[in-house]
């Protein structure tokens, strides 16, 4: 019974916006450190903490969480397609004791993902498929949202059922930090895109993918030369939050309200929900100790990009 974690942002636009070279090599030095970390650890099992950008989850049916019991990766972004390696059984079994500790979850034997999850399990890992895994959707853009606490408490329940593992655990939280890329709203939306949120964008027209692609990249580049054509990025806060999860204060964060967020760092900040699922997991194995924090504000990226690893305290 062991476990360690790591937390990464992640962003669609790497090779297509990029930020000089000198940002470039630290965010590969940060990288290189932690799939270091990862592999010397050797895993047994990943537990993935991630959103989705309406690829997979859409309005037909919106749970704030859900556990994957077999999932698929489109290759959105230029990222790998095709399926995880979930372990079917013990995925139920994660689900079953995360409703049996009171926190709703939702399953699906097919879920759809997106650069989301597979992102992460490529630079932390080598691929898609190397390691058993089991993601856990975190619902970061689609209102209504769930609260700092709730995903707390969900992390905090998947946490009580790995430490019953005789396992390597590895936890992984992708996304964030600040950042508010065009991702459409319901609200707001056009018929067309309405009847996308609500379901038939599940298989886009390979034109369509490719102008909601062409659509963010060109927002990045105006974001590069006017930083407020987007929510501007916020700094001070990302580097607050990550010192917030890193000295184990997590229930300060639960009086943050989804309207305060927003405000704070954009709407798609919601996506850090995942850090703290993936902390508050950490914590059912006892006081941890977090090393190797990383951050840079890339307005290429449309993001506050960040990494922090951690390991129980015992572990040192």
Known sequence: MSA?????SHTPLVGEVDPEQAVLSAVDGAIAAARARIE????????????????????????????GTAAHAIGDFGTQAGDL????ALAEACAGSVLASGVDVAVSYAMQVDHGFAQPLEYLLGGIDRKPVI????????????SFQRARLLGEAVGRFARGLDQRVLLIG?????????????????????DRLKGSGRHLPPDERAARTRRVIDAARVFVEDPHSLHPLNPE????????????????????????LSAL????????????????????????RACDGFYRPIPEWICGFGSLAAEPATAA
């Open 4 to 8: 360690l974690l790591q937390c990464l």
């Open 237 to 260: 806060w990302d580097r607050r939050f990550m010192a917030t999860l890193a000295e184990g204060r997590l229930q300060d964060l639960d009086a943050i309200g989804n309207d305060e």
């Open 265 to 288: 760092a954009g709407k798609s900040t919601h996506e850090v929900k995942t850090w703290v699922a993936a902390f508050a997991a950490l914590s059912a194995f006892g006081p941890y």
């Open 40 to 67: 010397r650890f050797d895993p047994e099992l990943v537990i993935l903490f991630a959103p989705d950008h309406y690829n997979g989850f859409f309005y037909d049916v919106m749970p704030s969480f859900c556990i």
């Open 174 to 194: 992708s996304g964030g930090l600040s950042h508010q890329p065009p991702v459409p709203e319901l609200a707001t939306a056009n018929a067309h895109m309405a």
């Open 85 to 88: 390696d979930v372990p079917e």
């Open 135 to 146: 993601p856990v959707f975190v619902n970061g853009v689609a209102r209504p949202l769930p």
